[in-house]
C-alpha cells in the first residue's frame, strides 16, 4: 500500500449499465478524489478493465477496495503497488514550435522515446509514453517552449508475470 | 405470447410471492393489469413509502422478500426512504417500479425520473430493463440478491414499452455465469476459527454481543448453545434483540447509548467481546478511541466490507453466522466465569431499568404492562425516537423474528405499516405497532390500508406531543431550549381511529393501563389505536450522549447542563 495517499486500483467488471455511476459513488462517498479513470473492454466480451488513480487517506483504502468488491457488477478490485505492476500512461503534448527550435524540440522527444505526430508552421503535437513521472518531467522540460494544451491518457497498469491484475 | 409484464408476475409466482404492495400510475400500468391474471395479493397502500415499509416488515416477519410495485417518478422517489430503511437494516425487498418509454428516457418526459440514478447509495443492486428478453434473468437474479449473503434492497426499473413488449426468452436455470461478481462467503477458513476459540479460551470475561445478522442467518439457537456451553453474558444490539431470549440468565438486554446500565458496564469490564452479525455501529461503541480498548475483539459477519471498518478486530470470522457457530461451538470448552458473571448479576440488581411510579402516565409503565401482557411473544414494529428506546428496555423478546424496528436510518412512520406487512406475513401472530405521535402521523394514512383488510393489528401510541428524543436532547445539551419539537395540532387520535372505521381506546391514567391494553389485546375485527397520553417530559435513560465513552454512560438525569455532543450526531 502507498502511504503517500496515492494509489492505484484496478477492476475487471460487468460491463452493464450504471456501472461508472457505482463506482464513483464509492470514492466519492469517501472522500476520495479519482486522478485518473481509464476505462476499457476487457478480452472477455461483456467485461470491462478499469483502472482508478486516486488520492486520499491510506486507511481508507482497504475499505474503499471491499466497498468495490461488494458492488455485484464487480468480479475484482486490486489495490496495486509499483513494485508488483508495470504501469504506462501516454500524453500528448502540443507546444509552441518554430522551424528554430522544431529540432530542439526534437530531440528532447528522442530522449523519452516520444515522436511528432502533427507539426505546423507554429505548433508541434509530441507523443511520449511511459511511467507517469517519465511523463511529468517530459512535461517540465517542454515547459520552456510553451505548451499549449496537453492530454493524458490515464495510467493503465498490469501485472507482472503470471499475476492476475 | 407472455409480455414483460407477464414474465415480472411469473416471476413473482417462481419466487412463491403471495403479496405484492404498492400504488399505481400511468407507466406502471401494464404491470398491474398482469398481476390480475394471479393468484398474488396486491396490496393498495396510500403512497409508496407505506409500501416499501410494509415489505420490509414482512419480510423481517417471514424471512422471505417483501414485493413492491409502484409507478415512475414521484412513484418511485416515494420509496427512496423505505429503500434506504431496508438497505441500512439489511432487508430483502424488490422494488418494481414502472418507467416512461424507452425513446422518451433523458427528455424530461411526464414522470420520468432517474430512479435507478437516484436510489444507487441505498440499495444492494439495481436495474434499469432495456430489453424485454432481459427480464427473465433480470428478475431472477433480483429476487436472488435481495435474499442472499446480507440481504439488501434491489430496484427493478422498467420502461413502460418493455413491459408492453413479448418477451422470448425464458428464465435461466442458473445464475452463476450471468453473475461472475457476486458471492458471498458462508463458511470461513478453520485457522480463523481456531484462532477464535483460543481467544475464548484465554478469556475470563467474556462477552456475545449479537446483531440483526444472528437473526437473518438462523442462529438464535446456536448462539444460545454457545451462550450456556461457555456461560458468557450476551447482549443484543437494537436489531438484534429476539437473537437471544432477554429472559435468559445471561442475557443483559440491549447495549449501547439507550441500553441497560448493565449490559454497558458489561461492555466495559469484558476482556473479550465477540461480535455475532453485528457493525460496531456509532450507537453501541460511543467514542471509538475509548471503546474495549483492552478486549480482544471477534467480529464475525458475512460482509467481508465489516471487518475493519470500524474496528480492527483480533479475529475475523467472515462467512454465515449460524455456519461458523455450529463449527466453533465443537471447539469451544466451557469457561470458568462464575465471579465474571456473579459481577453482571450485581449490575443488574444495583441498575436496574427503572421509571418513576408516581405522578402521570408513563412510557415505561404502559410497555412494560405490554410485555407482561403479550407474554413478550407479540411482534413489535417501532419507529424511531424515544418510543423505540423504551420498548426496546422494557419489552423483553425471545423470538427472532418479532422485533421489527427502523435501526440504522432510524426511519419516522416506519412501525405502522412494517407491522402491516407483519401481519400479512404472520396472519396469526399478535402484531403491536409502538409508534410516537410524531413519527404516526408521517405515515398514517395506511390505517386505511389496514382497515381494507380488517387486519387485527394493535397501534400503541406513545403520544406526549412532542417530537420527543429531541426534545430530551434540547432539555439536555441545549438549554432547554426548544425549536421544533412541540407538536401542537395533533389531532384526537381516538377520533382519528373510528374515522377509518377501526377502533379507538385511550390511556390517561396508570390505573387504566392493564385494562385498556387487555381490550385492545381482544379486539380482532380490525386495526386497534391504543392513544398513550403520557408525561410530556419524560426521559430515556440510561444515556451514553453522543460521542462520548460508553463508560461515560449516564443512569439518570444530571443535575448539571452537558456540553453538546461531540463526534457523532
Redesign the interface.
Known amino acids: 500500500m502507498s502511504t503517500d495517499g496515492k494509489h492505484t486500483i484496478s477492476m475487471r467488471v460487468h460491463d452493464r449499465p450504471g456501472v461508472l455511476s457505482r463506482i464513483a459513488q464509492v470514492f466519492a462517498r469517501r472522500g476520495f478524489n479519482i486522478d485518473s479513470l481509464v476505462v476499457s473492454a476487457g478480452h472477455q466480451p461483456g467485461f470491462s478493465r478499469m483502472t482508478i488513480s486516486c488520492e486520499g487517506d491510506p486507511a481508507q483504502l482497504e475499505q474503499i477496495v471491499k466497498q468495490l468488491e461488494k458492488l455485484v457488477d464487480t468480479v475484482h478490485a486490486t489495490e496495486h503497488t509499483s513494485e508488483s505492476t508495470v504501469e504506462r500512461e501516454m500524453a500528448l503534448v502540443k507546444v509552441t514550435a518554430t522551424p528554430e527550435n522544431r529540432s530542439e524540440i526534437l530531440q528532447i522527444a528522442e530522449c523519452f522515446r516520444g515522436k511528432a505526430v502533427d507539426i505546423t508552421e507554429e505548433s508541434m503535437v509530441v507523443e511520449v509514453t511511459g511511467n507517469s513521472e517519465k511523463i511529468d518531467a517530459f512535461e517540465r522540460l517542454l515547459e520552456t517552449f510553451g505548451i499549449i494544451e496537453r492530454v493524458r491518457s490515464g495510467k493503465v497498469v498490469i501485472a507482472r508475470g503470471t499475476g492476475i491484475t | 405470447m407472455a409480455t414483460g409484464a407477464d414474465i415480472i408476475i411469473e416471476a413473482f409466482r417462481r419466487e412463491e410471492v403471495e403479496y405484492v404492495f404498492g400504488l399505481p400510475g400511468g407507466a406502471v400500468m401494464p404491470i398491474f393489469d398482469s398481476i390480475l391474471d394471479s393468484k398474488i395479493e396486491l396490496i393498495l397502500t396510500r403512497h409508496e413509502q407505506g409500501a416499501t415499509h410494509m415489505a420490509d416488515g414482512y419480510a423481517r416477519a417471514t424471512g422471505k422478500t417483501g414485493v413492491v410495485m409502484v409507478t415512475s417518478g414521484p412513484g418511485a422517489t416515494n420509496t427512496v426512504t423505505g429503500l434506504l430503511t431496508a438497505h441500512m437494516d439489511s432487508a430483502p425487498i424488490v422494488v418494481v417500479s414502472g418507467q416512461q418509454i424507452t425513446p422518451m428516457l433523458g427528455k424530461d418526459a411526464f414522470q420520468e425520473a432517474d430512479i435507478?440514478?437516484i436510489t444507487?447509495?441505498v440499495v444492494?443492486?439495481?436495474y434499469?430493463v432495456?430489453d424485454v428478453n432481459d427480464i427473465p434473468r433480470v428478475m431472477k437474479e433480483a429476487f436472488f440478491?435481495a435474499s442472499s449473503g446480507r440481504p439488501g434492497p434491489v430496484l427493478v426499473d422498467v420502461p413502460k414499452d418493455i413491459a408492453s413488449a413479448e418477451c422470448n426468452t425464458t428464465f435461466p436455470e442458473d445464475l452463476e455465469e450471468h453473475?461472475?461478481?457476486?458471492n458471498f462467503p458462508q463458511m470461513c477458513d478453520m485457522e480463523s476459527i481456531y484462532a477464535c476459540a483460543d481467544l475464548i479460551h484465554a478469556s475470563k470475561r467474556p462477552l456475545l454481543y449479537v446483531g440483526q445478522g444472528a437473526r437473518i442467518s438462523g442462529a438464535a439457537e446456536v448462539v444460545r448453545e454457545l451462550a450456556e456451553k461457555l456461560q458468557a453474558p450476551v447482549t443484543t444490539t437494537l436489531l438484534g434483540k429476539g437473537a437471544f431470549p432477554e429472559t435468559n440468565d445471561l442475557s443483559v438486554g440491549m447495549l449501547g447509548m439507550h441500553g441497560t446500565a448493565y449490559a454497558n458496564k458489561t461492555v466495559v469490564d469484558c476482556d473479550l467481546i465477540m461480535a455475532i452479525g453485528a457493525r460496531w455501529d456509532d450507537r453501541i461503541t460511543g467514542k471509538l478511541s475509548e471503546f474495549c480498548t483492552d478486549a480482544k475483539k471477534i467480529h464475525l459477519d458475512i460482509?467481508?466490507?465489516e471487518?475493519?471498518?470500524i474496528i480492527q478486530p483480533d479475529v475475523s470470522l467472515v462467512g454465515d453466522a449460524k455456519l461458523i457457530l455450529e463449527e466453533l461451538i465443537q471447539h469451544v470448552n466451557e469457561l470458568d466465569t462464575g465471579a465474571w458473571l456473579k459481577r453482571i448479576a450485581g449490575w443488574k440488581k444495583k441498575f436496574p431499568l427503572k421509571y418513576p411510579k408516581r405522578g402521570g402516565l408513563r412510557a415505561q409503565h404502559v410497555l412494560d404492562a405490554l410485555s407482561d401482557l403479550t407474554g413478550g411473544e407479540a411482534i413489535v414494529t417501532t419507529d424511531v425516537g424515544q418510543h423505540q428506546m423504551w420498548c426496546a428496555q422494557f419489552y423483553k423478546t425471545g423470538l427472532d423474528y418479532q422485533w421489527i424496528t427502523s435501526g440504522g436510518a432510524g426511519t419516522m412512520g416506519f412501525g405502522m405499516p412494517a407491522a402491516i406487512g407483519a401481519q400479512f406475513g404472520r396472519p396469526d401472530h399478535q402484531v403491536w405497532a409502538v409508534v410516537g405521535d410524531g413519527g404516526f402521523q408521517m405515515t398514517m394514512p395506511e390505517l386505511a390500508t389496514a382497515a381494507t383488510f380488517k387486519l387485527p393489528i394493535k397501534v400503541l401510541i406513545i403520544n406526549n406531543a412532542y417530537l420527543g428524543m429531541v426534545r430530551q436532547w434540547q432539555e439536555m445539551f441545549f438549554d432547554n431550549r426548544y425549536s421544533g419539537v412541540d407538536l401542537e395540532g395533533n389531532p384526537d387520535f381516538v377520533k382519528l381511529a373510528e374515522s377509518f372505521g377501526c377502533k379507538g381506546l385511550r390511556i390517561r391514567r396508570s390505573g387504566d393501563v392493564r385494562r385498556i391494553l387487555q381490550q385492545a389485546i381482544d379486539y380482532n375485527d380490525g386495526p386497534c389505536i391504543v392513544d398513550a397520553c403520557v408525561e410530556k417530559e419524560g426521559n430515556v435513560f440510561p444515556m451514553i450522549p453522543a460521542g462520548a465513552a460508553v463508560s461515560g454512560m449516564i443512569i439518570e438525569k444530571p443535575k448539571i447542563q452537558l456540553p453538546k455532543p461531540e463526534g457523532s450526531t
Do not use: R, W
Open positions: 435507478f440514478g444507487i447509495p444492494k443492486h439495481s434499469l432495456k440478491i453473475l461472475p461478481g457476486y460482509d467481508p466490507a471487518h475493519g471498518k
